[in-house]
T-cell receptor, first 113, second 112 residues
Framework: DGGITQSPKYLFRKEGQNVTLSCEQNLNHDAMYWYRQDPGQGLRLIYYSQIVNDFQKGDIAEGYSVSREKKESFPLTVTSAQKNPTAFYLC????????????FGEGSRLTVL | QQQVKQSPQSLIVQKGGISIINCAYENTAFDYFPWYQQFPGKGPALLIAIRPDVSEKKEGRFTISFNKSAKQFSLHIMDSQPGDSATYFCAASIQGAQKLVFGQGTRLTINP
């Protein structure tokens, strides 16, 4: 089945540790996105990538890093510099520019202890 | 100008009733307005979308009403069912642009 796969679904880490969230898509989409979801704040854009080896900061990029070495993959690293990393993280992809529809993965819930 | 404001934050409706969620925007360049539905523990999925050349779009029990002059759009769920209980997000973008701006979300509960 085509779609977005995020892993792990749940992740616990100690303060000060970097963590990497995986996002893989088999939809052959060019654009990929990372959003952070917190209660009452909607979905906030962290980073996005339109093509391989290129990515742009979103609205809340501080404390996060990404890479886009393959079309199918867009991993997100939550670094120790992120002040409030506990959140639900969503990866998405989008087809051509004419299509506004985002396809989301099932999310990764990160809890920092 | 890039914000989309959504209300209410939470909503409780009786089964069979009409659920109404409202959104307002400032950027008149927005020309694509989707609604996403999210069930607990899942990612959001596109429910219905509208472009500003029409004032209303209906798909089954779900209707988007669009008021261009007021810069507002709303989602109406007719004959609301317990299975509609979810979080709903409105969003807006400029066609061809890479970024979608989301509202804050509405947690809808349909009581049986």
């Amino acid at each position: 089945d085509g779609g977005i796969t995020q892993s792990p679904k749940y992740l616990f880490r100690k303060e000060g540790q970097n963590v990497t969230l995986s996002c893989e898509q088999n939809l052959n989409h060019d654009a990929m996105y990372w959003y952070r979801q917190d209660p009452g704040q909607g979905l906030r854009l962290i980073y996005y990538s339109q093509i391989v080896n290129d990515f742009q900061k979103g609205d809340i990029a501080e404390g996060y890093s990404v890479s886009r070495e393959k079309k199918e993959s867009f991993p997100l690293t939550v670094t120790s510099a992120q002040k409030n990393p506990t959140a639900f993280y969503l990866c998405a992809s989008r087809g051509g520019r004419a299509s506004g529809e985002l396809f989301f993965g099932e999310g990764s819930r990160l809890t920092v202890l | 100008q890039q914000q989309v404001k959504q209300s209410p934050q939470s909503l409780i409706v009786q089964k069979g009733g009409i659920s109404i969620i409202n959104c307002a925007y400032e950027n008149t360049a927005f020309d694509y307005f989707p609604w996403y539905q999210q069930f607990p523990g899942k990612g959001p999925a596109l429910l219905i979308a509208i472009r500003p050349d029409v004032s209303e779009k209906k798909e089954g029990r779900f209707t988007i009403s669009f008021n261009k002059s007021a810069k507002q759009f709303s989602l109406h769920i007719m004959d609301s069912q317990p299975g509609d209980s979810a979080t709903y997000f409105c969003a807006a973008s400029i066609q061809g642009a890479q970024k979608l701006v989301f509202g804050q979300g509405t947690r809808l509960t349909i009581n049986p």
